[in-house]
Nanobody, 127 residues
Framework: QVQLVESGGGLVQAGGSLRLSCAAS????????MGWFRQAPGTEREFVGA????????YYADFVKGRFTISRDNAKNTVYLQMNSLKLEDTAVYYC????????????????????WGQGTQVTVSS
């Protein structure tokens, strides 16, 4: 069992920045990748990006490329989502999730690929 706790959400003006953290505890040694997803009210949960635990290889959804950056600190069992140039449409609950299996890029973007999820942290972008 692994526990994931997101933090760092809050209220920010459009054009501003936030850094989200996801701290993992429990069964962390065999995690292959960590993903970030977001969900706005009335919408499906959508893929934001992911990072492999050991190699730090990243992959991003098209709509965040150039604005968001995922990184990790293996010693702290923590992954980060740095969000810059935030837009109103970035408002959502942001979730981190753990994947224990290497996957093709397409499969890694799906909710079904991830076994464990945090409870989410709210990001609200204002005008």
């Amino acid at each position: 069992q692994v526990q994931l706790v997101e933090s760092g959400g809050g209220l920010v003006q459009a054009g501003g920045s936030l850094r989200l953290s996801c701290a993992a505890s429990g069964r962390t040694f065999t995690i292959y990748a960590m993903g970030w997803f977001r969900q706005a009210p009335g919408t499906e949960r959508e893929f934001v990006g992911a990072i492999t635990w050991s190699g730090g290889v990243t992959y991003y959804a098209d709509f965040v490329k150039g604005r968001f950056t995922i990184s990790r600190d293996n010693a702290k069992n923590t992954v980060y989502l740095q969000m810059n140039s935030l837009k109103l449409e970035d408002t959502a609950v942001y979730y981190c999730a753990a994947d224990y299996r290497p996957r093709r890029i397409g499969a890694a973007q799906t909710v079904e690929a991830y076994d464990y999820w945090g409870q989410g942290t709210q990001v609200t972008v204002s005008s």
